[in-house]
């Protein structure tokens, strides 16, 4: 049995996601990372594709971005549903601002999914 993974500080876990997102021109795809203490979501932008490369980028986006930067006093996990063949080179991203990696596509949807359903549910609806 598993270790049951559990934050107990902000950034102490990080999902990184995205939802495919139907528009007019066809899909589109929006990047978020989301702080399992907090359930605070950084969106990292919205992409044409989620190729390897727009993975990369994005979570670059992510150790650029202000609001994880001032948060970030005490390293992070960087928690990923998929991807494994990236590994390397999203740990060398992630490794200038004391990240950590791990693969764990239930933990990662535990964090996640709670955000993701909000904006799928916000961007069904009729009257926004």
């Given at each position: 049995?598993?270790?049951?993974?559990?934050?107990?500080r902000?950034?102490?876990?990080?999902?990184?996601?995205?939802?495919k997102?139907?528009?007019?021109?066809?899909?589109?795809?929006?990047f978020?990372a989301?702080?399992a203490?907090?359930?605070?979501?950084?969106n990292?932008?919205?992409?044409?594709?989620?190729?390897?490369?727009?993975?990369l980028?994005?979570?670059?986006?992510l150790t650029?971005?202000?609001?994880?930067?001032?948060?970030?006093?005490?390293?992070?996990?960087?928690?990923?549903e998929e991807?494994e063949d990236?590994a390397?080179?999203?740990?060398?991203?992630?490794?200038?601002?004391n990240?950590?990696?791990?693969?764990?596509?239930t933990y990662?949807?535990?964090?996640s999914?709670p955000?993701?359903?909000?904006?799928l549910?916000?961007?069904n609806?009729?009257?926004?």
């Amino acid at each position: 049995m598993g270790e049951i993974l559990k934050a107990n500080r902000p950034l102490e876990y990080v999902a990184f996601c995205h939802v495919k997102m139907n528009i007019v021109e066809g899909f589109a795809y929006m990047f978020l990372a989301v702080d399992a203490y907090s359930k605070f979501a950084i969106n990292l932008g919205v992409e044409h594709d989620d190729s390897p490369q727009t993975i990369l980028k994005n979570i670059y986006e992510l150790t650029e971005n202000e609001e994880f930067t001032s948060l970030n006093n005490q390293g992070f996990t960087l928690v990923m549903e998929e991807n494994e063949d990236l590994a390397e080179r999203i740990e060398a991203i992630i490794k200038s601002v004391n990240g950590k990696l791990i693969y764990n596509k239930t933990y990662n949807n535990r964090i996640s999914n709670p955000v993701l359903l909000s904006i799928l549910n916000k961007l069904n609806k009729d009257d926004f």
